[in-house]
């Protein structure tokens, strides 16, 4: 059944908020001792064995597809997916889940200067715009004139997770649109968990679980409560829910809907940890936003100006990566 254009907004909301909700029930888990990796790895690995039944349906008849899209799926699944969230995690256990959120979202302010490199033609007016109204965003997100300071090793961490957003947009570019998305996000979810688990086991990110109560908006629960919102919301629903919604609006209107990520996630922390970035933090992070979408704006209006067919909907751009 084709959906109007209003419910696919309201699933892509819906998308965004899932998403959104994962730094908050992560660091709730890494503030009683768990690492980063066994974070990650319990994420990935239980929404991989969550996918695998469907994946495995969606692949009937399609093998030949999936081996040609194997380094594909296995890059996506290392960067976009497996480092892209620890680096995220890491970036959280230092630092609020907002200001990590905001760092990781200079992605597509990256992807201008990697382009601007690689084709040596200088963007138009409103992109240069926007990435110079996303770096003052980002002066102002850093604070570096106020009396807190943030975690370096944090920024860096948070920074790390916007290099790996930007292989994630560059590589969504360039998907095979034989490969279904629902296969993509669960193959991706394989790789990602294997690449996790041997990160594990080498202890380059080792795995340090703690298995005691959690405070969630001032009451403690069980762990196994934001581990389970973390698969089965902030991944498994998160994931499915951004490809439905990608599907009804088409890359356009969903990449730009995506960035409400940042939104939910904040006011998510504010509910869950009572955690609120400042007000010189929070100028910041509406100014990256804004020129995030300015540069966005630009980018697909430049599209439209050189595309000779209309817009295909690509399931896979706009979801979030965190």
Known sequence: MTLRPAAGLWIALVSAATFGVSGPFAKSLLEIGWSPGAAVGLRIGGAAVVLLIPVLMAMRGRWSTLRGNALTIGVYGTTAIALCQLFYFNAVQRMSVGVSLLLEYLAPVLIVGFLWLRSRKAPQALTII?????????????????????????????????????????????????????????????????????????????????????????????????????????????????????????????????????MFAVLASWLILGELPSAIQLLGGLLIVAGVVCVRFDELRTADAGAAAPDQPNPVEPLPRA
Do not use: H
């Open 130 to 262: 926007g990435s110079v109204t996303a770096i003052l965003g980002l002066l102002l997100v850093l604070d570096l004139t106020g009396d807190a300071r943030l975690d370096p090793v944090g920024v860096l961490f948070g920074l790390a997770a916007a290099v790996c957003l930007v292989v994630f947009f560059l590589m969504s570019a360039r998907v095979d649109e034989s490969l279904p998305p629902l296969v993509m996000a669960g193959g991706g979810m394989v790789v990602a968990a294997a690449t996790i688990l041997v990160l594990g086991l080498t202890n380059i990110m080792p795995f340090r679980f703690v298995f005691s109560d959690v405070s969630l908006a001032g009451a403690t629960y069980s762990w196994i409560v934001p581990v389970a919102v973390l698969v089965l919301v902030a991944t498994v629903a998160a994931y499915v829910t951004g490809i439905v919604a990608a599907q009804r609006l088409g890359s356009k209107v969903a990449s730009f809907v995506a960035l409400t990520e940042v």
